[in-house]
């Protein structure tokens, strides 16, 4: 469904991603994962048109994407940091991204509800808590029920009630591609079913969950990646 092929972006000096290549196909539910600055954003961002590789190719669907955005329909991005127009109210912001996506279909209003957003419509972006601004993020990725959801640290700054219940519905959503970061691997273990680590812009690896799990004859998933990285 994605693949990338040999992605290059240097900000400066810095080789922010070095040669990276992957495919992630329909059904698959990925996690990026590695150190603060190995690219893992960049690398997203590549995918979402937000950053343009100085080389190498992505496709969607075996479409370059580069000068096209039709794609970015089929895909929900839940950013690390929201950003929103300080004095619209959570209302209103739900408001203009609908008119602005101007989809016909049925809106996925699963977590409006369950993070009780419907409440609040009313109060202003700039009086939300980082965790409320995160339920919104999370509720404008999921509302046009894409065939993509990504997901960078989707739980950073979630309460534990609000992180149960972002997990279920990213398992409910199986059968979409869905590739997510996250520093904390314990809240990965249900969901993901592959795992890419990144370092220094690098793709250290890419395996599925069960080839780490059976390499390394560990269960949990952070004990299986921290055996892969003692190699
Ligand atoms: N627009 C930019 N201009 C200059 N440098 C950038 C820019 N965006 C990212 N970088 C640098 O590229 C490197 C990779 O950043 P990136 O945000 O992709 O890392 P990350 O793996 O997502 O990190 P984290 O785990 O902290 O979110 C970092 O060194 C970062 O400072």
Not at 96 to 122: C, G, P
Not at 128 to 136: D, H
Request: with cysteine; proline share 3%.
């Amino acid at each position: 469904m994605i693949i990338a092929t040999n992605i290059t972006k240097q900000f400066g000096k810095l080789k922010a991603l070095d040669n990276v290549s992957t495919s992630c196909k329909e059904g698959e539910c990925i996690a990026l994962i590695g150190p603060n600055g190995c690219g893992k954003t960049t690398l997203i961002k590549s995918i979402l048109g937000m950053v343009v590789p100085d080389s190498g190719v992505i496709t969607f669907r075996g479409k370059d994407i580069k000068n096209q955005w039709e794609y970015r329909d089929e895909i929900g991005y839940m950013p690390q940091i929201g950003r929103y127009p300080d004095n619209m109210t959570i209302g209103q912001v739900l408001d203009m991204i609908k008119n602005i996506r101007n989809k016909k279909t049925a809106l996925d209003e699963d977590l409006i509800e369950s993070f009780l957003l419907r409440e609040i419509l009313d109060k202003r972006m700039k009086t939300l808590s980082g965790g409320t601004r995160q339920k919104v993020s999370a509720a404008l990725a999921f509302l046009f029920n894409p065939a993509v959801l990504i997901l960078d640290e989707p739980t950073a700054g979630l309460d534990p009630l609000a992180s149960e219940i972002l997990k279920e519905k990213i398992i409910k959503e199986k059968g979409k591609l869905i590739l997510i970061t996250s520093h904390i691997l314990s809240e990965l273990d249900d969901v993901v079913t592959r795992i890419i680590y990144m370092q220094d812009g690098k793709l250290l690896f890419n395996k599925s969950i069960e080839d780490l799990k059976q390499d390394t004859g560990e269960v949990k998933l952070a004990k299986a990646i921290a055996q892969v990285m003692k190699i």
